[in-house]
């Protein structure tokens, strides 16, 4: 089948194209990119006035399944992904069973090409069951079909493991991602060590406690001469400490997610259970850090860390509730928002962070608008404003803080191999 994207404003990072073209599709592949193409019969749309970008691409997600499918499964989740805008997105090792052998990545894939409508890629889990204490098979996980390794939710809290795992990871040329908490400077912690967790009377988590580890986990990658990604960052010492190690030829990417850049830890005001996520919120300083590191390249990717929870996960009282909040549906419009609107970053930086870089880290062939690459393409109105009413989420998961938000930026449509996901803001 043939589509034939008209008169949308193509941005692509890798190519440096940046300008008004057409794009025709065949096959599910890209096999022109010009000007006044026509085709005689097919489908055919028009982007006049909006950005035709490359699918985009999320390195860090939780998908719940298997084993917690009554909080997301790969349907809504992948649903929830294409709705954002996304055409390829990477999911956690955190499920039960974890992900740390062959059959639970296999699992995941085969189970993606059967219920998922965009491109899924397992991380495995660095240490065996997440406990910390042996390495998993990191090359069975590779062999299989994982693109990364992570413990995330959990810190590999042995630096002598973790210098190991970084020295196995790159024999197979596998990114490491580091969940960065130490978690006995944590405690029990429910939210940022500060001026509102004092008000409402709850048990902090300094910042320290993820620059700490952020630092360890630097000094590691320099000693192995092992590429490293910093998962999540937050505070404003980790990018300090992450742009000092760039500059000292660490081989360091890192990644924030949308919440870090438009909320700080104020949203938890009212006992709000929809903004407790690890690491928390922090304060208005660690933001403009946040916001700083991506406008000048210290922060490579941003990612959505959708974590999706069931009503009774946060329905209960703040320190009880589970932390996390799903980010596939607001992803883009914060991004336009608070980084592209303000002039942080243009349109073109939005790309390489959401799509390219991201690629790039994982090892994947995505994020690109090329001749003869698959189609996976993300069209949005830049512009336009809506509320986000959670409800409408496709999600399972309606556990988001911004429910009321007034944003700019929406998708109009995804196509994933060729094939109209969302057509006109309507999941198909």
């Known amino acids: 089948m043939k589509i034939l994207i008209k008169n949308g404003h193509v941005v692509d990072a890798k190519s440096g194209r940046n300008g008004l073209y057409d794009i025709l599709i065949?096959?599910?592949?890209?096999?022109?990119?010009?000007?006044?193409?026509?085709i005689t019969n097919g489908d055919w749309i028009d982007a006049s006035g909006k950005y035709v970008l490359p699918g985009f691409v999320d390195a860090h997600c939780h998908l719940r399944d298997p084993g917690f499918e009554y909080k997301e499964d790969m349907e809504s989740g992948t649903k929830s992904a294409a709705k954002g805008g996304f055409t390829s997105i990477a999911c956690m090792p955190n499920t039960d069973p974890v992900i740390d052998n062959q059959s639970v990545v296999k699992y995941i894939i085969n189970k993606a090409k059967q219920e998922g409508v965009v491109n899924v890629y397992p991380i495995g889990a660095i240490t065996k069951g997440q406990k910390g204490e042996e390495l998993s098979e990191i090359g069975e996980l590779k062999f299989a079909g994982a693109v990364a390794i992570s413990d995330d939710g959990k810190p590999v809290k042995s630096s002598s493991l973790m210098k190991k795992a970084l020295q196995y990871a790159s024999m197979f040329d596998t990114t490491v991602i580091s969940h960065c908490?130490?978690?006995?400077?944590?405690?029990?912690?429910?939210?940022?060590?500060?001026?509102?967790?004092?008000?409402?009377?709850?048990?902090?988590i300094p910042s320290a406690a993820e620059s700490i580890m952020v630092a360890?986990?630097?000094?590691?990658?320099?000693?192995?001469?092992?590429?490293?990604?910093?998962?999540?960052?937050?505070?404003?010492?980790?990018?300090?400490?992450?742009?000092?190690?760039?500059?000292?030829?660490?081989?360091?990417?890192?990644?924030?997610?949308?919440?870090?850049?438009?909320?700080?830890?104020?949203?938890?005001?009212?006992?709000?259970?929809?903004?407790?996520?690890?690491?928390?919120?922090?304060?208005?300083?660690?933001?403009?850090?946040?916001i700083e590191g991506l406008r000048d390249g210290t922060i490579d990717i941003i990612a959505t860390d959708h974590a999706p929870?069931?009503?009774?996960?946060?329905?209960?009282?703040?320190?009880?509730?589970?932390?996390?909040?799903?980010?596939?549906?607001?992803?883009?419009?914060?991004?336009?928002?608070?980084?592209?609107?303000?002039?942080?970053?243009?349109?073109?930086?939005?790309?390489e962070k959401m799509c390219l870089n991201p690629s790039k880290i994982l090892g994947l062939n995505k994020g690109t608008i090329e001749v003869g690459k698959a189609a996976d393409l993300t069209i949005i109105?830049?512009?336009?404003?809506n509320t986000v009413h959670v409800e409408?989420?496709?999600?399972?998961?309606?556990?988001?803080?911004?429910?009321?938000?007034?944003?700019?930026?929406?998708?109009?449509?995804?196509?994933?191999?060729?094939?109209?996901?969302?057509?006109?803001k309507i999941l198909l």
């Open 26 to 38: 065949e096959e599910g592949r890209i096999v022109e990119i010009g000007n006044n193409l026509e």
């Open 181 to 204: 908490e130490d978690t006995d400077l944590a405690e029990d912690g429910v939210m940022n060590e500060g001026y509102y967790s004092t008000v409402l009377g709850l048990k902090g």
């Open 216 to 290: 360890r986990d630097l000094i590691l990658a320099e000693y192995t001469k092992a590429p490293i990604h910093i998962a999540h960052v937050s505070t404003e010492l980790s990018v300090d400490l992450i742009r000092m190690a760039k500059k000292r030829g660490v081989r360091v990417t890192a990644e924030t997610c949308p919440h870090y850049f438009s909320l700080t830890d104020e949203a938890c005001s009212n006992f709000n259970t929809n903004a407790k996520v690890n690491p928390p919120l922090r304060g208005k300083k660690d933001v403009d850090a946040v």
């Open 309 to 351: 929870h069931h009503p009774d996960d946060k329905n209960v009282e703040f320190n009880l509730a589970a932390s996390g909040m799903v980010g596939f549906e607001t992803a883009l419009p914060l991004a336009v928002t608070y980084l592209v609107h303000p002039g942080y970053l243009t349109i073109e930086k939005l790309v």
């Open 381 to 385: 109105d830049l512009n336009e404003e």
């Open 392 to 424: 409408n989420f496709k999600s399972k998961g309606k556990n988001s803080p911004f429910n009321g938000f007034l944003l700019k930026g929406a998708v109009y449509y995804t196509l994933v191999d060729g094939k109209v996901v969302v057509r006109e």
